[in-house]
């Protein structure tokens, strides 16, 4: 009786520790492996609901966002052999630049508070003039994807000179752009003709479109440096592959002035009388647009890229972002080349657009920090045509990721992590980038790029553009 | 011969090495010995002639300045057994702070981006009945503290309650401060009445009166929260103690209005009537000033604290600046309380200020980078009335000096230091900060605060304010 009781509680225990065994290893293997777990952190996903989780995580698997969720539900659903630990650190999708000349960042701060034809004529002509290059265009551009990566740019929108250059740059350091080959009237560095540009134009498109990080584009310069068979022409051919069209637009009241000048209207109204205007243009600054105008942009659904900084320092204006908003047109942020800002940090551009659209029209309720960092986020996402894509932290959308440090004594106490976000966090305070899932800055190393050597080269060059301008 | 002429040479190598000893001695004893060498940086000493030293030295013995000059004069003329290599770094006079509220750190991101009463009265006041208590005004002057050493303040202007215990901080820290005991007519924690309040401003007064890093002041708050004859007492004390008056005035279009409706005049000519202008009153604000009022300023010798960022987010308007830098009046720069800006970053206010009034006006060249840096160094000194003590790198000037990193991505190239200092520059780069020849901060290394207890009893605090509004 007792050996018989004792054979059958043995009997017993090992069926229990076979039970519990398998379920452990079914347990491990329901859990999904996936490439990339970002931990732990405050995840501010700028989906449809603006969900922010406390302690969430992020699942990564390859080039995309696998799961959005809360560190425990992460944790059982998803094993990974790489983790970022985002303890203390907020986690948010990557920011979308959507307005800038990348190799401009050799120019910064060598002539600022001048008048704006002094500025153009006296110091940044004659530099481009005079330095413009496939090997400046390189220079600057890596210059110009270290300050982004370091400063939590994912997407950024281009518009310069030998845009192939730039391109391959971007692929190598593993950023993603959507980049315009620039076409404009006068002879520049790249094209000594508008065809001759068009023609490049194309080329760069059939080389890159496709392509899983560059966006091929067209950007015809503006409607003021270019004539309207030139403009019309851009335009078709960025229809005729399906790729955006990128121009400066309204930006200057100069530039309304010479518009109702030469064609006795403003400058939308005579782009949208080409047949210009459309879904896939993006038109940076926007500055001088009517209540109709704006209505006119969101009905051909223009998206429109926002730069406060260059606005402000350029003196250009003051766009009606809260018009824009209201409207419905898709506003992304940008900070224009650095000559004219003069950094790269998306995150003082989503400060400068809530703080200037506040005292413009007293009303602090205006542009608050979520719809700053929207603009900065799913907003230019959408005025880029990527928001299918990019833009928020959601299952199947690329893995563009970053985790921003909450730790200084400015960003102490913490009360809610989008203020933080927008009024009192640099760019200097992202820890780690990650692009269509890889990460190109780990706790603030570089993983793609040679700091050192990039900041030598620049420092050279800067030489080269000092003598330009003397 | 051959012995003579060895006993010769032996004789004449003595002479000559006594001769080459006795030259170095002599050259030892001329040099001068003091505490401390700042060497080898770009010197930005915003004396009168705005001087920048592309490769120079600050030699400090004790509190003092004792000589700016090229890197090699100072070797040449001192030695000291302490150096701060600045190389590859810029070196400038201490930023002044011209107007914060130094506890209200604890506060900040509580709320944003709502009308100014709804702010004030479901958050502000509240938090403010349910925490102010020396405890938490020394917790919070530590937190204030903390980040102005980072950010490479050296001096600023408080208002605010239990402001003998900022004094103590301040003093235990090593910041210099010109700290305003608040008078304001309804009851608040320190003082029931008004009455209460000018006892506690002269106890205050004669407590740190002779200090030499605490400059007391008395900080009657505004026009619209105090009755004339309270106005009056207050600036009374002051003149008789021969201590500032700091105030706030001319902030906002409802301030105006109140004013209009009770004396039938703008509230700069109210407190002109009242006899309160004058040379050692700074007032905070100063925005809706009208050209006559800037002139009345002027006359009167008030000093302005201007607030960009504060202004601009709490859409308070945009003050006079470029009137009152033409009509002579002395303009700092402040930060504001960091409940309403959100941090203490005197980078950002000089960057604000020359962006804001530029697009405010229309014409980039308002508020040059010079300009920008003159309010938030010499201007601020004059407008505290201390330009003789700081404000500028001068020999016999109290030694308050800052060393920045130009190191980063975003920072090259560098053409000029003064546009990188104002347009692309952030407190993070402050590498050293140094106070009455006292080094507080170096390498990022803090000195006199013990940053992880400070940052941990900060978030204690923000649990109470949580619950405060809650």
Not at 364 to 375: D, I, T
Not at 449 to 466: C, D, G, H, P
């Amino acid at each position: 009786m007792n050996r018989r009781f004792t054979l059958v509680a043995g009997f017993l225990v090992l069926v229990v520790a076979f039970a519990v065994m398998s379920t452990q290893t079914s347990t491990q293997t329901n859990q999904r492996n996936v490439s990339l777990i970002v931990a732990n952190g405050t995840v501010v996903t700028m989906d449809a609901g603006r969900r922010v989780i406390a302690n969430g995580s992020v699942a990564i698997d390859g080039t995309d966002i696998a799961a959005v969720d809360t560190a425990d539900a992460i944790g059982r659903d998803f094993r990974s052999a790489t983790t970022v630990d985002a303890s203390g650190q907020v986690v948010l999708p990557g920011l979308i630049n959507t307005h800038t000349h990348a190799p401009m960042v050799l120019y910064r701060g060598l002539a600022d508070d001048l008048a704006l034809m002094e500025w153009l004529t006296k110091y940044i002509f004659p530099a481009e003039a005079k330095t413009v290059s496939p090997d400046m265009v390189r220079a600057g551009t890596r210059l110009a994807l270290l300050e982004m990566i370091q400063s939590g740019t994912t997407t950024y929108a281009d518009m310069y000179y030998f845009e192939e250059e730039i391109a391959k740059e971007t692929k190598a350091a593993g950023l993603r752009g959507v980049l315009g080959q620039t076409v404009i009237q006068f002879p520049v560095a790249d094209a000594k003709t508008p065809g001759e540009a068009l023609i490049r134009a194309e080329a760069f498109i059939k080389a890159f479109k496709g392509d899983p990080l560059i966006t091929p584009a067209v950007a015809p310069h503006a409607m003021y440096t270019l004539d309207g068979p030139t403009l019309t022409a851009a335009r078709d051919l960025a229809r005729r592959y399906g790729v955006p069209t990128l121009i400066h637009l309204a930006e200057t009241q100069d530039e309304a002035k010479t518009s109702q000048e030469r064609f006795q209207t403003s400058p939308i109204q005579y782009l949208d009388r080409l047949g210009f205007l459309g879904p896939s243009v993006l038109a940076a600054h926007g500055v001088w647009a009517s209540q109709s105008e704006v209505e006119l942009l969101r009905a051909r659904g223009v998206g429109i890229a926002h730069n406060p900084e260059s606005n402000m320092k350029l003196a250009s204006g003051v766009a009606p972002v809260p018009a824009y908003l209201a409207a419905g047109v898709a506003v992304g942020l940008g900070t224009d080349g650095a000559a004219s800002n003069n950094d790269l940090d998306m995150f003082e551009a989503m400060r400068l657009a809530s703080l200037l659209h506040k005292v413009h029209t007293g009303d602090p309720r205006v542009v608050s920090a979520v719809q700053a960092l929207e603009m900065a986020t799913i907003g230019g996402a959408r005025a880029l045509g990527m928001d299918r894509a990019i833009g928020s932290l959601e299952p199947g959308k690329r893995a563009d990721v970053i985790v921003v440090s909450m730790a200084s004594a400015r960003q102490t106490p913490m009360y809610d992590p989008v203020s933080h976000l927008v009024y009192t966090t640099r760019g200097d305070d992202v820890r780690t980038t990650i692009v269509n899932g890889k990460v190109l800055m780990r706790d603030r190393k570089m993983a793609t790029l040679n700091e050192s050597a990039i900041l030598a080269e620049a420092r050279q060059w800067a030489v080269k553009v000092r003598a330009a301008v003397n």
